[in-house]
């Protein structure tokens, strides 16, 4: 394999000729070794920066300022790039410093060194195309690099949204087919009073509704973009008509709509917008692990729990119990959940970290959103295609559990009153004998009364007399 030289301001080093990467992700191969995740593991945000560059060359030619013919090789490099190839030049580690122009570099300098080759010329032959003064052209990393994150999030936020429409999906078929099985509710891991597992199947769903609507507003923030703010948000090196056409151009590229900021300076330094979508996402995040978790614990037994619906049988459960198996679906969902409550943490002291003109900590940021966003829609997917697309119940199960709790007492309360039917709850545990019973040993009501005040359909559509 031979190599090829490619300078910097800071020197001269040599370059494997096989890559598409040049001198100045060479140095950031060198120097960020932190996260073991590089750029081409997260193929949606190359192809954002791809589509991003391609946009900037097309306004860069209508406006004169990359000559014509070099700038159509550049969209043809970056539509080869958006189509998947060359994903694997794309190799510097996700967590950097310098704002992310390590990344905007890697991309620059593949988009040229393939654009070069089309062009019949050597990679690394700058001189025909260059990285920084064609490809780059009217940019800075300070508004390439996070118009690139937020096309890419956007982008990312939509197949996450059509995961949870799956999700809830499921919830509601499930929620419809059991809205006859009567079961006990519980609060604080107690009896509680009767409900159904429709009831409650129909209120996961009502939270995945509510955080579709909060996830597709936070999304609008996404199209707010700073392209042609360059360094501080001043426009300088560019074009004065740039930022409107390359909005337009990445509109058209993208099928979405993205439209400058309105004050560039402050949306180059200010990064509050990523901390409004993960707040929306560890929403999602802490609700999804509240489903699996009441689902875990609904599935628990077989037969010393709960019971009352049984999670398909995934994989064994043991090493050394036979005939063991875990709710590893809702287990590996809780986890990834965690890990989005985590990230959000991690966004917020980034963005916090923003001082003066620019934050410098916005790889974190794109780093921990990305991950985020991949690991909610996995879950998403995951508990509804494993877990409640193949859910059953036990009817007889949340039947016996109900009939036997004490709590049913509490449909008394209106007609032999709070002290009594606390009186009976006592005796009941006491002595273990039923409600009923008791209540028809003291008098308080005749048998016809009794019956129809804990008919468990009354319970659930109260007609309290007078």
């Avoid at 990312?156 to 079961?183: H, Q, R, S, T, Y």
């Amino acid at each position: 394999m031979g190599t090829r030289k490619e300078h910097d301001f800071i020197g001269e080093l040599e370059i494997p000729d096989d890559v598409y990467y040049g001198v100045q992700t060479y140095r950031a191969l060198e120097n960020f070794k932190m996260s073991g995740r590089v750029l081409k593991e997260y193929p949606f945000f190359v192809k954002a920066f791809a589509q991003v560059k391609k946009a900037a060359a097309l306004a860069n030619k209508d406006l004169g300022m990359v000559p014509a013919d070099r700038a159509d090789y550049i969209v043809k490099a970056c539509d080869r790039i958006i189509n998947g190839e060359f994903l694997d030049q794309f190799v510097v580690d996700m967590i950097q410093g310098g704002a992310g122009t390590s990344t905007n570099m890697n991309a620059n300098e593949v988009i040229t060194n393939v654009a070069l080759e089309m062009m019949g010329h050597k990679k690394g032959e700058y001189q025909y195309l260059h990285p920084n003064d064609n490809t780059n052209f009217g940019q800075s990393t300070n508004d390439a690099y996070p118009s690139s994150i937020k096309v890419a999030v956007h982008a990312k936020m939509g197949d996450l949204l059509k995961a949870m429409e799956v999700l809830k999906n499921e919830l509601e078929i499930k929620a419809k087919e059991w809205k006859d099985i009567l079961k006990i509710g519980r609060t604080e891991l107690e009896d509680a009073v009767p409900t159904t597992l429709g009831n409650t199947f129909n209120a996961f769903a009502s939270y995945l509704k509510s955080d579709i609507e909060k996830i597709t507003k936070a999304r609008e923030s996404m199209t707010y973009l700073n392209l042609g703010a360059t360094a501080i948000g001043t426009g300088i090196c560019c074009h004065p008509d740039y930022k409107d056409l390359v909005e337009k151009y990445l509109s058209d590229i993208t099928g979405s709509t993205f439209r400058p900021a309105e004050d560039f300076i402050a949306a180059t330094q200010d990064t509050a917008d990523f901390v409004h979508v993960s707040g929306a996402l560890k929403t999602a995040a802490v609700r999804l692990s509240k489903i699996a978790n009441d689902i875990r614990l609904m599935n628990s037994g077989p037969r010393c729990g709960l019971g009352e619906v049984n999670l398909p049988q995934m994989q064994p459960g043991s090493s050394i119990m036979p005939g063991k198996v875990n709710p590893v679906i809702p287990e590996v969902v809780g986890e990834a959940c965690y890990e989005v409550i985590g990230n959000d943490v991690t966004i917020a002291l980034c963005s916090e970290r923003g001082e003066f003109e620019l934050n410098a900590f916005e790889p974190g940021i794109a780093y921990a959103l990305f991950n985020s966003l991949v690991l909610l829609e996995n879950a998403m997917l995951t508990l509804a295609n494993k877990a409640i697309k193949h859910l059953t119940a036990n009817p007889e199960k949340c039947k016996e559990t109900m009939l036997n709790s004490v709590c049913l007492v509490t449909a008394l309360n209106p007609y032999i009153g709070y002290e009594n039917s606390a009186s009976v709850a006592k005796e009941a545990l006491q002595t273990g004998k039923s409600v009923a019973d008791i209540v028809l040993e003291r008098g308080l009501l005749t048998k016809e009364k009794l019956d129809e005040y804990l008919t468990p359909e009354n319970m659930l559509n109260p007609r309290i007399e007078k």
